[in-house]
């Protein structure tokens, strides 16, 4: 009886030792993260992580139904406790099935993005690029997803940051490589100067500025010389009261389709300026759609212009990515000035008279890059393959005119649907192409359509290489007697001696 007594205090003592041990596991991972935010404020939910070995150890109990035990010597594995287990977990699994959802299905509970980007450098970047990791902590969990050749700098290399070592490596990063995709993620603690980005944003053209949860990626054209205080084109423009344009600096003319034009604004305070307001750059094709955007502080951000001293002049640079798949031709290069606060746009003048909000620079070419882009770097939201005789339809991209950042933006009757097809060439086309775009009601009844040629005919499909990507743009001004309900966008494509083909393509919704 003795033995047995002490086995079985044996037990109940093995069983308070790791029940203890596991609440510790639980709870001084909390503690010790409470106990570090009196003093200064560093919650994140990732550093729990440690507890949650723990807290899985209680939950398994708990449904296992080990807390009920023994109750008079006989034991409770029958089928009420089996019942008991069973709705626990149900109600553990009832709990956990929103935040799975959540996690894998809704933006909003995203985690920075690495995979994306890792994607998109491999979809887009060449041999003469390289890859920047403003803050070397990102190198781990950067080098899981991406398995390029590119070479990556991590920047600065040491805490706290040396400038001049730093300007020595970012010289010698900028005479090697021809475009830099720059990953910036705890800057505050890295890099709390911002010296690397403004550095950067002062010997280089930033394009592309994007933030894809907390990582944000800057992709920066490398001039192929230094870029200096000469200007090319001068001219005298004003913008708004005080902000004059002495003109500008365009080192290439021509550019490919997929590749960064650089432009350089030199501009001049006239007064004292108490508003910030940005920069856009637009590249027109010949049907004034926009090809290559670009809206930004002077100097990648960092020279708001209500800080510029007055007779300062600020050399300004701007990367224009030309989107992949832009026709060649001829395009146009427009720049102006708008509030930060309200949007409103500067008027321009010259010579005293006002001319518009916006001011045009001289045409630049654009040409079919040596190889087609990957679809991958395309863009495309809808993925929707088809073939038309000798062309493929490979997706589309469809949104409110000027919402095309934000494809959710509600549509109503009267606005315009901008569409944007992406079309590849699979064979050599010996003949013209017709594009018909019907728009239908629930009942089946057409109430637009639309006949037009692909690119607006400025650049016809017969002009068209086998295998080359064509993005193809149109508006599509909707009735404004529209009535509430589901409307179905059909797309026909025939050609002579070729069968119509049709696809429905998207749905829009009142």
Same mark, same amino acid.
Request: overall charge negative; some cysteine.
């Given at each position: 009886?003795?033995?047995? @007594?002490?086995?079985?205090?044996?037990?109940?003592?093995?069983?308070?030792?790791?029940?203890?041990?596991?609440?510790?596991?639980?709870?001084?991972?909390?503690?010790?993260?409470?106990?570090?935010?009196?003093?200064?404020?560093?919650?994140?939910?990732?550093?729990?992580?440690?507890?949650?070995?723990?807290?899985?150890?209680?939950?398994?109990?708990?449904?296992?139904?080990?807390?009920?035990?023994?109750?008079?010597?006989?034991?409770?594995?029958?089928?009420?406790?089996?019942?008991?287990?069973?709705?626990?977990?149900?109600?553990?699994?009832?709990?956990?099935?929103?935040?799975?959802?959540?996690?894998?299905?809704?933006?909003?509970?995203?985690?920075?993005?690495?995979?994306?980007?890792?994607?998109?450098?491999?979809?887009?970047?060449?041999?003469?690029?390289?890859?920047?990791?403003?803050?070397?902590?990102?190198?781990?969990?950067?080098?899981?997803?991406?398995?390029?050749?590119? #070479?990556?700098?991590?920047?600065?290399?040491?805490?706290?940051?040396?400038?001049?070592?730093?300007?020595?490596?970012?010289?010698?990063?900028?005479?090697?490589?021809?475009?830099?995709?720059?990953?910036?993620?705890?800057?505050?603690?890295?890099?709390?100067?911002?010296?690397?980005?403004?550095?950067?944003?002062?010997?280089?053209?930033?394009?592309?500025?994007?933030?894809?949860?907390?990582?944000?990626?800057?992709?920066?054209?490398?001039?192929?010389?230094?870029?200096?205080?000469?200007?090319?084109?001068?001219?005298?423009?004003?913008?708004?009261?005080?902000?004059?344009?002495?003109?500008?600096?365009?080192?290439?003319?021509?550019?490919?389709?997929?590749?960064?034009?650089?432009?350089?604004?030199?501009?001049?305070?006239?007064?004292?300026?108490?508003?910030?307001?940005?920069?856009?750059?637009?590249?027109?094709?010949?049907?004034?759609?926009?090809?290559?955007?670009?809206?930004?502080?002077?100097?990648?951000?960092?020279?708001?212009?209500?800080?510029?001293?007055?007779?300062?002049?600020?050399?300004?640079?701007?990367?224009?990515?030309?989107?992949?798949?832009?026709?060649?031709?001829?395009?146009?290069?427009?720049?102006?000035?708008?509030?930060?606060?309200?949007?409103?746009?500067?008027?321009?003048?010259?010579?005293?008279?006002?001319?518009?909000?916006?001011?045009?620079?001289?045409?630049?070419?654009?040409?079919?890059?040596?190889?087609? #882009?990957?679809?991958?770097?395309?863009?495309?939201?809808?993925?929707?393959?088809?073939?038309?005789?000798?062309?493929?339809?490979?997706?589309?991209?469809?949104?409110?005119?000027?919402?095309?950042?934000?494809?959710?933006? #509600?549509?109503?009757?009267?606005?315009?649907?901008?569409?944007?097809?992406?079309?590849?060439?699979?064979?050599?086309?010996?003949?013209?192409?017709?594009?018909?775009?019907?728009?239908?009601?629930?009942?089946?009844?057409?109430?637009?359509?639309?006949?037009?040629?692909?690119?607006?005919?400025?650049?016809?499909?017969?002009?068209?290489?086998?295998?080359?990507?064509?993005?193809?743009?149109?508006?599509?001004?909707?009735?404004?007697?529209?009535?509430?309900?589901?409307?179905?966008?059909?797309?026909?494509?025939?050609?002579?001696?070729?069968?119509?083909?049709?696809?429905?393509?998207?749905?829009? @919704?009142?």
């Amino acid at each position: 009886h003795l033995s047995i @007594r002490r086995q079985r205090q044996m037990c109940i003592r093995d069983r308070l030792q790791a029940l203890l041990f596991t609440l510790l596991f639980l709870g001084l991972p909390v503690l010790t993260m409470y106990a570090l935010s009196l003093r200064r404020p560093a919650y994140d939910p990732k550093f729990l992580l440690l507890a949650t070995p723990a807290f899985s150890l209680l939950l398994a109990r708990g449904i296992a139904g080990e807390w009920l035990g023994e109750v008079h010597g006989r034991s409770l594995r029958t089928a009420g406790r089996w019942a008991v287990t069973c709705l626990l977990f149900l109600f553990v699994g009832a709990a956990t099935i929103p935040s799975l959802a959540n996690y894998y299905f809704d933006d909003r509970y995203a985690r920075d993005d690495y995979r994306g980007i890792a994607s998109y450098i491999g979809a887009t970047a060449d041999q003469d690029d390289a890859i920047i990791l403003n803050a070397p902590g990102q190198m781990d969990i950067f080098s899981y997803y991406y398995q390029g050749e590119l #070479p990556v700098y991590p920047l600065p290399g040491q805490r706290p940051l040396d400038e001049d070592k730093t300007k020595g490596d970012l010289e010698g990063i900028v005479d090697r490589h021809r475009r830099l995709y720059a990953l910036f993620w705890g800057t505050d603690e890295s890099d709390p100067g911002r010296f690397v980005e403004g550095w950067l944003d002062q010997n280089t053209f930033k394009a592309i500025d994007s933030w894809h949860g907390n990582v944000r990626l800057v992709i920066y054209s490398v001039p192929e010389e230094a870029a200096g205080e000469e200007i090319q084109h001068p001219l005298t423009a004003t913008f708004g009261d005080d902000i004059a344009l002495l003109g500008y600096s365009l080192p290439a003319s021509q550019v490919q389709a997929g590749d960064i034009l650089q432009l350089t604004l030199f501009w001049q305070a006239r007064g004292e300026i108490t508003q910030r307001y940005k920069v856009f750059t637009h590249i027109l094709d010949g049907r004034f759609n926009i090809v290559g955007q670009r809206d930004a502080e002077p100097v990648g951000g960092t020279r708001p212009t209500d800080g510029w001293q007055e007779r300062e002049i600020i050399v300004d640079n701007h990367g224009v990515l030309v989107l992949p798949g832009t026709p060649p031709g001829q395009h146009q290069l427009e720049i102006g000035m708008y509030s930060l606060e309200t949007g409103q746009r500067l008027v321009v003048s010259r010579e005293g008279e006002e001319v518009a909000d916006h001011l045009l620079l001289e045409p630049i070419q654009v040409v079919k890059p040596d190889a087609p #882009p990957p679809v991958e770097a395309l863009g495309i939201q809808h993925r929707r393959e088809m073939g038309f005789g000798p062309v493929r339809l490979l997706g589309y991209n469809l949104s409110k005119l000027g919402y095309e950042h934000l494809p959710d933006e #509600p549509v109503h009757p009267g606005d315009i649907l901008h569409l944007t097809l992406f079309w590849q060439a699979v064979d050599e086309i010996d003949t013209d192409l017709t594009i018909t775009l019907r728009l239908l009601d629930q009942a089946g009844n057409e109430v637009l359509s639309r006949e037009v040629k692909p690119m607006g005919g400025t650049h016809p499909p017969t002009a068209w290489q086998r295998g080359e990507i064509v993005r193809d743009q149109h508006n599509l001004l909707l009735p404004g007697d529209l009535g509430r309900g589901e409307y179905r966008l059909l797309l026909s494509v025939k050609g002579e001696g070729l069968e119509i083909g049709t696809l429905s393509l998207a749905t829009v @919704r009142f």
